[in-house]
């Protein structure tokens, strides 16, 4: 919501910054500049272009920087925010009852996906039989699924997966076909499970997701096939992780020795870093070590076995993160800030919920490095990238970092971002 004015005739931040910064001749490019130049670290264009639309407000350490920059005082920045504050919380008191017919923007990229995702519209040869090309249609529609994953949350997806899940089940209960063609419905079951329990798990969801991963587990042994054991064990190791366990790391253990060298590079190189998490979340820094040189010598190897869709994203960059991952949680910075700072380098925006996950372990490693106010800084950019993320991972991740940052909160970086949080 973007409203210019009150009844009073007062404008909002967005029209004022927009206005003084057309009055000061100058773009948006050269007005981040400026900004830079005060507090010492780049500012991007598109922040500015995000404050002149509202699309965030500037925190307390911005409007400073954005008052001595325009020459206004501070204290009108701060009733003009305050002011765009209260339209939008107005506005969305007034269309909440709305906001699931409203949400154009989820429902249009979903729609562009082309995804009919309740009931599947199978070629059937005749009546129920299933014909060979069922389960070719059906892993199709799988893979695209899959792919809303780097876009949206767990609370986005949930709902198509199990749809999707509880769809292809009710086929192969009622569906005639040949043994090879149930062989091969019964592992896209599995990998369905697997996908509705990610989701489940990142909406914070745990029971569902233990649920998904053991019936993804339970398909995968039907249908002998190694890699979608050991992934299923890799996601159990996980949600182990998540609600503190006992079971991660034999799960984790298990999920590897399950394709031993008998699987796709990338499929080693995932269960290995997901057995590494496991021994650093343990203190075990010397197992997630020789864990962490596995996973790199696999995504290195130039294997012929093909990569299955499910681990379509593993590569060099996921080893990266998942090494300054476990030397962040081993206290060990040095050598987590490299790995993490490399791989997301190549990391867009879009991505928006992992990359504030990941940014989140950089903060916390330049916290334990001593660079306080460096981490003030990344752990901002976290809660830039997890607004309305349909994932409970960012946020419980950004309150750890506020935690950890509270004792140096005399700051000025780390004040201003406490404020904002609590504001």
Not at 295 to 314: F, K, M, N, Q, T
Not at 320 to 326: A, E, N, P, Q, S
Request: charged share 30%.
């Amino acid at each position: 919501m973007n409203v210019a004015e009150d009844e009073s005739g007062v404008e909002t931040s967005g029209p004022l910054l927009r206005r003084l910064r057309k009055e000061s001749g100058r773009t948006q490019e050269e007005l981040a500049e400026g900004l830079s130049a005060r507090r010492g670290y780049p500012l991007e264009q598109g922040t500015v272009s995000r404050w002149e639309n509202e699309e965030r407000l500037p925190d307390p350490a911005s409007r400073a920087l954005l008052a001595a920059e325009l020459g206004i005082p501070e204290q009108e920045l701060k009733r003009a925010v305050q002011l765009a504050r209260r339209l939008r919380r107005q506005g969305r008191n007034q269309t909440r009852q709305h906001d699931e017919e409203q949400d154009v923007e989820r429902r249009d990229f979903i729609g562009l996906a082309g995804l009919a995702v309740i009931q599947p519209s199978l070629p059937l040869s005749s009546g129920r039989r299933l014909g060979a090309d069922a389960p070719g249609f059906l892993a199709q529609r799988t893979a695209r699924l899959r792919r809303l994953d780097d876009f949206m949350g767990g609370g986005d997806t949930y709902r198509m997966y199990t749809a999707e899940l509880s769809a292809t089940t009710r086929l192969v209960k009622e569906g005639v076909y040949t043994e090879s063609v149930g062989r091969e419905l019964r592992g896209i079951i599995a990998e369905q499970a697997q996908l509705a329990g990610w989701a489940a798990y990142d909406a914070g969801m745990y029971e569902e997701a233990r649920r998904h991963y053991l019936t993804a587990l339970a398909a995968s042994k039907t249908v002998e096939d190694r890699s979608l054991e050991g992934n299923s064990l890799a996601f159990l190791a996980y949600l182990e992780w998540a609600v503190g366990g006992s079971s991660g790391i034999a799960y984790a253990e298990a999920g590897l020795r399950a394709v031993e060298r008998d699987a796709a590079p990338a499929v080693r190189a995932l269960l290995a870093d997901r057995l590494a998490w496991q021994y650093a979340t343990s203190g075990r820094a010397r197992d997630a070590d020789r864990a962490l040189s596995l996973a790199d010598e696999a995504i290195h190897d130039r294997g012929d076995i093909p990569v299955p869709d499910w681990a379509y994203w593993v590569d060099r960059d996921e080893i990266l993160i998942m090494t300054g991952r476990c030397w962040t949680e081993l206290h060990r910075p040095l050598r987590a800030i490299p790995a993490l700072e490399d791989a997301l380098s190549r990391y867009d925006d879009t991505r928006a919920r992992d990359k504030a996950l990941y940014l989140s372990w950089l903060a916390s490693a330049y916290l334990d490095a001593g660079e306080v106010e460096h981490a003030a800084t990344v752990t901002g950019r976290v809660l830039d990238l997890s607004v309305d993320l349909a994932s409970t991972r960012p946020a419980t991740r950004a309150r750890m970092m506020m935690k950890r940052l509270e004792p140096h909160r005399a700051l000025a970086p780390v004040g201003a971002l406490l404020e904002r949080a609590q504001g």
